[in-house]
């Protein structure tokens, strides 16, 4: 039985701030330089219900890590600075197009925000939205609401975004901009930026599953 404990807003440990690598996947990942914080997993039945989630161990010290989707490997995840490049160096790439029919989440992300509508410029710029309009196609809500509840802001037409399910839990990168990392969240099935530290700490605090330190010790080696 998966003994869990409540996932609360418990600081990430702090740890080498070192900017080890970049999110190109053909340099160094964080990994060729910290090999002790990525662990192979013991327990497969644990693994296949928390892969691709974000998880702490509140029972220790509050540390975060990342139940890889893709691979069977945990990565430990530091303080909020090395858990964002831990995780846009584990990125893969993806097409505007792809990530396009995906909503977008935001965890109380950081930024200024023209139009006051509860979202930043610089996020509204990556989904397309007009941060000097609270509105962008017209019709009866908000960018916001319709964020909220998975619909495309940029049509007036109804169109809800949904995540495939081999999609959740993959980081991707957006090749055809800039390489911007984007997590792929089971949670909510929604889409988030991995852009700063800050956001980084709102999305571990919102959205990590806490995790008993048995059932820790159970999942990996």
């Known amino acids: 039985m998966l003994l869990l ?10 740890h080498d701030r070192r900017d080890t690598m970049s999110i190109n996947r053909d340099e160094p990942s964080v990994y060729d330089y910290y090999p002790q914080h990525a662990y192979g997993i013991e327990n497969n039945d644990l693994y296949n219900r928390l892969k691709g989630r974000l998880i702490i161990t509140p ?10 989707a893709t691979e069977k490997t945990v990565y ?3 303080d909020n600075f090395q858990a964002l490049k831990t995780l846009q160096g584990l990125g893969y790439g993806a097409n505007s197009a792809t990530l396009n029919r995906v ?7 950081s930024g200024y925000d023209a139009d006051r509508d509860g979202l930043p410029d610089k996020f509204e710029e990556m989904i397309g939205t007009d941060s000097q309009n609270f509105n ?3 019709d009866r809500y908000s960018d916001k609401t319709e964020i909220d509840h998975n ?10 975004l949904i995540m495939n399910t ?22 909510d ?3 988030y930026w991995l852009n700063t530290p800050a956001d980084m700490n709102n999305l571990i605090t919102k959205f990590a599953l806490g995790v008993s330190n048995y059932n820790f010790s159970q999942l990996v080696k």
């Not at 619909?151 to 809800?160: A, N």
Request: net charge positive; charged share 20%; no cysteine.
């Open 136 to 138: 962008t196609d017209g």
């Open 166 to 187: 081999n999609l959740r839990g993959r980081i991707f990168l957006q090749v055809d901009r800039n390489g911007e990392a984007w997590y792929m969240n089971p949670v």
């Open 103 to 109: 909503a977008a989440g935001y965890a109380q992300l």
């Open 59 to 68: 029972q220790r010290n509050g540390e975060a890590y990342y139940v890889s």
């Open 189 to 191: 099935s929604k889409k």
């Open 151 to 160: 619909y495309d802001p940029t049509r007036g037409d109804g169109q809800r």
């Open 76 to 78: 430990y995840l530091g």
């Open 5 to 14: 404990v409540s996932a609360l807003a418990l600081p990430v440990s702090a």
